[in-house]
T-cell receptor, first 119, second 114 residues
Framework: GAGVSQSPSNKVTEKGKDVELRCDPISGHTALYWYRQSLGQGLEFLIYFQGNSAPDKSGLPSDRFSAERTGGSVSTLTIQRTQQEDSAVYLC?????????????????FGNGTRLTVT | EDQVTQSPEALRLQEGESSSLNCSYTVSGLRGLFWYRQDPGKGPEFLFTLYSAGEEKEKERLKATLTKKESFLHITAPKPEDSATYLCAVQAPLYSGGYNKLIFGAGTRLAVHP
């Protein structure tokens, strides 16, 4: 089937506006991750969803960032009152993960990202 | 603090000129080390997972090896289509429990010229 799908592929917004980024994971994948990639930087972990468990939000850089995952499938990352430093590529990934704190080594499958530019 | 450092930042090779990329890491209890390839405008694509020191994995012209402190990605007789950014990541504990968060290095940009 299809891979991880992200939309939009590009987003230009004015400073102070809110933006929503969407991710459709691979069907059957229980875990979903958001990462941020800035120019010349490694991927920065933002948030992790696993089934019905409470998400791990430990990577969110500020309270302007939030994410939800509806029905265990599609996820939306929302950035409120965008700032120029929010400009980056936002990557979504999914994997099969049994959860419950169990170690599992299924590789992450990434989408092609949303390039966000805040002017 | 868990960290992943990749070197060099950029590498230029002639077609057929073999070389190695380095990934050094510090993590409390390594569960797995991953290599990914990323092409411009694309998301990272999975290459290998390594679990224990001494392990090796191969795919076409690529071979990944692992020691207790670092991993190497060896590229034998590279071709221009091998040009990409190669990312290394280690599996680390999640705040909420479990070990499925990946911590990434900044990557090595490889350019192979004909």
């Amino acid at each position: 089937g299809a891979g991880v799908s992200q939309s939009p592929s590009n987003k230009v917004t004015e400073k102070g506006k809110d933006v929503e980024l969407r991710c459709d994971p691979i069907s059957g994948h229980t875990a979903l991750y958001w990462y941020r990639q800035s120019l010349g930087q490694g991927l920065e972990f933002l948030i992790y969803f696993q089934g019905n468990s409470a998400p791990d939000k430990s990577g969110l850089p500020s309270d302007r960032f939030s994410a939800e995952r509806t029905g265990g499938s599609v996820s939306t990352l929302t950035i409120q009152r965008t700032q120029q430093e929010d400009s980056a590529v936002y990557l979504c990934a999914s994997s099969f993960d049994p959860g419950q704190g169990l170690y599992y080594n299924s590789p992450l499958h990434f989408g092609n990202g949303t390039r966000l530019t805040v002017t | 603090e868990d960290q992943v450092t990749q070197s060099p930042e950029a590498l230029r090779l002639q077609e057929g000129e073999s070389s190695s990329l380095n990934c050094s890491y510090t993590v409390s209890g390594l569960r797995g080390l991953f290599w990914y390839r990323q092409d411009p405008g694309k998301g990272p694509e999975f290459l290998f997972t390594l679990y224990s020191a001494g392990e090796e994995k191969e795919k076409e012209r690529l071979k990944a090896t692992l020691t207790k402190k670092e991993s190497f990605l060896h590229i034998t007789a590279p071709k221009p289509e091998d040009s990409a950014t190669y990312l290394c990541a280690v599996q680390a504990p999640l705040y909420s429990g479990g070990y499925n968060k990946l911590i990434f290095g900044a990557g090595t940009r490889l350019a192979v010229h004909p």
